[in-house]
């Protein structure tokens, strides 16, 4: 079988960098600029990956090219000094305590964009959310000038009876420790154990038996980032032989694996806030437009007050695409900005603000996460998200890419 899953050449810093130098995913708090200030003095001048990404709350005040340039002189320099220790041909074994305790188990690795499809269409891996197009460009130039890949991309496998990553969790305490620190603003603590040889085959021969109806893995988190790495995969394979395909550095994508019915693992729905709109206006029009039935809820709160509204859906992906059809075909007749926001609290606290609406959304069964999009195709975007935003992956782990 071809092995969609493989070890990598992964880099990480040294023991003495890594508390500073691990930030959260460059989409969380995006609302929240403090968070992100906070982070910025507490760094101050040491090395760390918030200088390798732009998080998504500046996006709007940045000169692409000019930060483009900036992150990838920051990479090679990071490069050059040597702050990176080599773990060479190995998976990395994780343990991620989240903030409320529970331990998340995942193998970072590394995986075969051709056999990964953000379009939907039947494949080893598959997005499980729609892909906005036009965020692609600016990712896919930061990837072909970059001289690393700094990964916060989650996948999941569907195994039941943990055959995959629970093997390596039984060997842990055999497993060379790697790292092993707490992560900043209350992220919890990460431990990483490098998985070779006999172990590492052991997991790939794992992962076969899990390969059924073409399909292995569906994304969790960071898909544009995947998508992106498929795109200029696809760009460059057109001028190189098969031989040269074969081996080339991005053709590959690190990502962390994880099993879909691990007890840390949840799925919470993506808030919607909707900024700059007549707030009784939207909710009059929102409940009018949705179907009316008892299989799903989702609360609208403003700053005059709150309530739910039943609605009937075949399954929680045809209520996701309700929902977003209306926020996205209101703001566009009405004006209006959207924020997807992760966590109710924050939803709420950002609703009450004048001219805002905020949309509390059901979180998915994870149980029906594979057959969902096995039989319907990728939900809409930004429908869920793994766990509360500080269980998030934070940046860690790097591959060079050429």
Same mark, same amino acid.
């Given at each position: ?11 990480? &810093? ?18 929240? *600029?403090? =968070? ?29 090219? $000019? ?10 320099? =990071? ?31 590394? $995986? ?12 080893? @891996? ?52 790697? =790292? ?9 603590? @990460? ?36 998508? #992106? ?6 760009? @460059? ?25 691990? &007890? ?14 007549? #707030? ?93 999009? #096995?039989? *319907?195709?990728?939900? &809409? ?7 509360? #935003? ?13």
């Amino acid at each position: 079988m071809k092995r969609i899953f493989s070890t990598a050449n992964i880099l990480i &810093p040294a023991d003495e960098l890594l508390p500073k130098w691990s930030v959260i995913a460059c989409d969380q708090f995006s609302s929240e *600029r403090e =968070y992100w200030e906070r982070i910025k003095n507490d760094i101050a001048d040491n090395p760390s990956s918030l200088n390798l990404i732009v998080p998504e709350t500046y996006l709007e005040e940045i000169d692409e090219d $000019v930060e483009i340039k900036k992150i990838n002189t920051t990479m090679q320099s =990071y490069i050059d000094k040597g702050i990176f220790v080599d773990i060479a041909d190995s998976f990395i074994y994780i343990e991620r305590t989240q903030p409320d305790g529970r331990v998340r188990k995942g193998i970072i690795g590394a $995986v075969d964009l051709d056999e990964y499809d953000y379009t939907g269409k039947s494949s080893a @891996i598959r997005a499980s959310e729609g892909t906005v197009l036009d965020r692609l460009p600016a990712r896919v130039k930061i990837r072909k000038a970059a001289p690393l890949e700094l990964p916060h991309i989650i996948t999941f496998i569907d195994d039941k009876k943990d055959i995959v990553i629970g093997q390596i969790a039984k060997k842990v305490d055999n497993l060379p420790l790697l =790292y092993d620190f707490p992560l900043m603003e209350g992220g919890g603590f @990460i431990k990483g154990w490098q998985v070779t040889g006999k172990d590492a085959e052991n997991v790939i021969n794992a992962l076969d038996l899990l390969y059924k109806d073409g399909l292995l893995m569906i994304m969790g988190d960071g898909n544009h980032s995947l998508a #992106a790495a498929k795109v200029y995969w696809e760009e @460059i394979k057109q001028g190189l032989s098969e031989k040269e395909r074969e081996n080339h550095p991005a053709r590959k994508a690190l990502v962390e694996l994880n099993n879909v019915y691990d &007890p840390a693992v949840d799925f919470e729905a993506i808030h919607r806030v909707i900024f700059d709109v007549d #707030a009784d206006a939207f909710v009059n029009g929102f409940i009018e437009a949705m179907p009316k039935g008892n299989d799903y809820k989702i609360k609208w709160i403003t700053k005059n007050g709150e309530s739910d509204i039943n609605i009937k859906a075949e399954c929680i992906g045809d209520l996701y695409e309700l929902m977003q059809d209306f926020v996205d075909e209101y703001v566009k007749a009405n004006g209006g900005i959207i924020d997807y926001i992760h966590g109710e609290e924050a939803t709420e606290k950002l609703a009450k603000r004048k001219h805002t609406v905020g949309l509390i959304l059901p979180s998915m069964c994870k149980s029906d996460f594979f057959e969902t999009v #096995a039989k *319907r195709g990728v939900f &809409p975007r930004k429908s869920f998200s793994v766990g509360h #935003a500080k269980d998030k992956r934070y940046y860690l782990e790097c591959r060079k890419l050429y």
